[in-house]
Each structure stands twice: as structure tokens, then as C-alpha cells.
């Protein structure tokens, strides 16, 4: 089982800057699809980005050109570089990992951390 602890959440003022870590407790160079997802109070959990273990990326239209992810095979880690911040992105943001074994695939999650934006 892979588990996940996200970091770098917090309070930040719009236009700001934040970079979320999300760190595995194995490697992620097997691991197919990483991705962060949002969820904002009273809505879905959605996707924000995911990247594949070939480097291909996938961004929601929303943040396209203001966020950049990103995976540290070596340190077993996926970043979420946030700029451009705006108080709609103010969302408890979640890691996940997508693990084929055979013929299932498996998915994780990590706790979440808080990302406000003020405006």
C-alpha cells in the first residue's frame, strides 16, 4: 500500500505562489499516474493535474499556465508549483496515485492540505 503525505499548503494572498510536495512511502517510478485534485467546501473533489511515469502532463483548463507539476522519481516526490494564485483555487488539495498491478489498478490518497487565497 503507498501512502502519501502532501505539504506546503497554507495562507497566501492572491497573485501569490505556493508549491504543494507530495511525498511517497515507496517509489513512484512504477507508479502510472500521480495526480492533485481539489475540493473546494460544498463541491466535488476534482481534478487539478496528473502526470503519467512517462513525464506526459494534464492540466484542468482552470489552471493551465499557472500551475506546473512535476515528479522527483529519485526523491519519490510530486510537486504542484502554483502561480498566479486566485481566491477560487482556495481548496483543500489532495495527492493520488494510480498503481497497476497485473491486470487492477489500485488507487491512494494522501490526507489533503489547505490551500486559502485572499483576495
Known amino acids: 500500500q503507498v501512502q502519501l503525505v502532501e505539504s506546503g499548503g497554507g495562507l497566501v494572498q492572491a497573485g501569490g505562489s505556493l508549491r504543494l510536495s507530495c511525498a511517497a512511502s515507496e517509489s513512484i517510478f512504477i507508479i502510472n499516474i500521480m495526480g492533485w485534485y481539489s475540493q473546494a467546501p460544498g463541491k466535488q473533489r476534482e481534478l487539478v493535474a496528473s502526470?503519467?511515469?512517462?513525464?506526459?502532463?494534464n492540466y484542468a483548463d482552470s489552471v493551465k499556465g499557472r500551475f506546473t507539476i512535476s515528479r522527483d522519481n529519485a526523491k519519490n516526490t510530486m510537486y504542484l508549483q502554483m502561480n498566479s494564485l486566485k481566491p477560487e483555487d482556495t481548496a483543500v488539495y489532495y495527492c493520488n496515485a494510480q498503481k497497476a498491478v497485473v491486470i487492477r489498478t489500485f488507487s491512494y490518497w494522501g490526507q489533503g492540505t489547505q490551500v486559502t487565497v485572499s483576495s
Open positions: 502526470i503519467t511515469s512517462g513525464g506526459s502532463e
